[in-house]
């Protein structure tokens, strides 16, 4: 059975930092494009950054660059989101997914498997 758990999120003043992780389960991930995805309330969810197999390749939202650094382990199959300089616009709830093609890291419609999600709470 496929999981993605994640974790790490919680409550930051603006300025801090965040470190979120997500455990993928269930069969071998090395080669997917593992991505974060967003979802404020009342707004669509949206693209943070993804990673493609084997750390080939990085993607991320504009208002993040600079902020927010996406990685994930040598097994493949721990991804990990390393989030500074927080901003208020940055509250939502942070989701981890798994694509086995990644061939448009930045669709969230592409990907296969899906995390729960971990609240991430920035106050200015």
């Known amino acids: 059975q496929v999981q993605l758990v994640e974790s790490g999120g919680g409550s930051v003043q603006a300025g801090g930092s965040l470190r979120l992780s997500c455990a993928a389960s269930?069969?071998?991930?090395?080669?997917?494009?593992m991505g974060w995805f967003r979802q404020a309330p009342g707004k669509e969810r949206e693209f943070v950054a993804a990673?493609?197999?084997?750390?080939?390749?990085?993607y991320y939202r504009d208002s993040v660059k600079g902020r927010f650094t996406i990685s994930r382990d040598s097994a493949g199959n721990t991804v990990y989101l390393q989030m500074n300089s927080l901003k208020p616009e940055d509250t939502a709830v942070y989701s981890c997914a798994a694509d086995r093609l990644g061939m448009t890291p930045r669709r969230g419609d592409e990907y296969d498997y899906w995390g729960q999600g971990t609240q991430v709470t920035v106050s200015s």
């Open positions: 269930g069969r071998t991930f090395s080669r997917y494009t």
């Open positions: 990673i493609g197999g084997g750390s080939s390749n990085t």
